[in-house]
């Protein structure tokens, strides 16, 4: 919920929380991605994920690698947005 701290393992593997307003704000603060669900700030993370809400269609997970890589994964194109000459295609893996 906006305003509400989130939480994540720290690299200490100790609980690190941290003010709302770090999620998905384009730094990635938890070493497993999760405060950028919606960002590429965690790309080549192990297990960092992108959150695509495929507005008209079905929500779907991708690799946070996958964003902003000039290759539509999300059917709403919501990983390609900061991309320059971003593809209309899909990427087929």
Same mark, same amino acid.
């Given at each position: 919920?906006?305003?509400?701290?989130?939480?994540?393992?720290?690299?200490?593997?100790?609980?690190?929380?941290?003010?709302? /307003?770090?999620?998905?704000?384009?730094?990635?603060?938890?070493?497993? *991605?999760?405060? /950028?669900? *919606?960002?590429?700030?965690?790309?080549?993370?192990?297990?960092? /994920?992108?959150?695509?809400?495929? %507005? *008209?269609?079905?929500?779907?997970?991708?690799?946070?690698?996958?964003?902003? #890589?000039?290759?539509?994964?999300?059917? #709403?194109?919501? #990983? /390609? %947005?900061?991309?320059?000459?971003?593809?209309? %295609? *899909?990427?087929?893996?």
């Amino acid at each position: 919920a906006p305003g509400t701290p989130i939480t994540c393992a720290g690299a200490d593997g100790k609980p690190l929380t941290l003010p709302y /307003e770090a999620l998905n704000d384009d730094f990635c603060d938890c070493p497993d *991605g999760s405060d /950028e669900p *919606g960002s590429a700030a965690c790309a080549g993370m192990i297990g960092a /994920e992108f959150h695509c809400r495929n %507005r *008209g269609s079905l929500p779907k997970v991708v690799f946070a690698s996958r964003v902003n #890589d000039g290759i539509c994964d999300c059917c #709403d194109g919501s #990983d /390609e %947005r900061g991309a320059s000459g971003a593809s209309a %295609r *899909g990427n087929a893996s």
